[in-house]
C-alpha cells in the first residue's frame, strides 16, 4: 500500500462553490480506478475547525504503488498541475487500513492526526498498536508512519462532524467533497 496527500492553498476570497463543483465533476472519474482503495477530495474553509485559511486537497490509499506511479507520471496529475500548479506531494507508508462500521454511509469529514514517533520508543509496540477496531461513525480509517520526520499519521473518514482540534494538537479537520472508494471492500 501507499498513502498520500497534496493540498492547494487558495485565496481568502477564493469562491468555494467553485472548488466543490470542481470535486462533484471530477470526483466520479475516480470510482473505478484500479489499484486505489480512497481518494478523499477535501476541503478547509477558513474559520472553521480552526482553518487559518482556505485549502483543497486530495488524499489517496493506493492499494498498488504502482497506480499512484502511474497516476503521478501521466495525465491525470497533469491536469492537477495544469489547475494549481505542481504541489508538494506528501507520503506514507502504511501501516494499517481498515474499513469502520459506517463504510456503506457517506464520508463527510476526514480528520488527519499527526505525532511524533519518539526516538526511543518501542517501535514493535507503535506498529502494534496501529491495528484498532475503528470507533462508530467511522467509514475507514488508516494510519501511516511519514519515514521522513518519524511521525504517524492517521486519516479516519467519519459519518459527523467531528470536535474542532485543540490548537496545536497535529490533527486538522477537512470536509469531504467526494469519496472515490473503489478499493473500499478489500479492507478488513
Known sequence: MFAMQYSH???????ME???RRAAQRGPLWDD???LVFKAFVAQERGRHRAVGHLYAS???WREPAAAASFLMGERFQNVIDS???PRVESWLPLDARAGAARTERAAWLRRSERALDADADRTAVFAAQAREPEAGVVATWSAL????????????LTDAPEAPDAGDGDAI???LHLAQPGLETLP
Not at 492553498?9 to 469562491?15: E, I, Q, S, V
Not at 519515514?147 to 504517524?152: F, G, H, V
Open 9 to 15: 492553498r487558495l485565496p481568502a476570497g477564493h469562491d
Open 18 to 20: 467553485a472548488i466543490r
Open 33 to 35: 480506478t484500479e489499484g
Open 59 to 61: 488524499v489517496y490509499l
Open 84 to 86: 494549481f500548479g505542481r
Open 146 to 157: 511519514d519515514l521522513a520526520a518519524w511521525r504517524i499519521v492517521r486519516f479516519t473518514l
Open 174 to 176: 477537512y470536509e469531504v
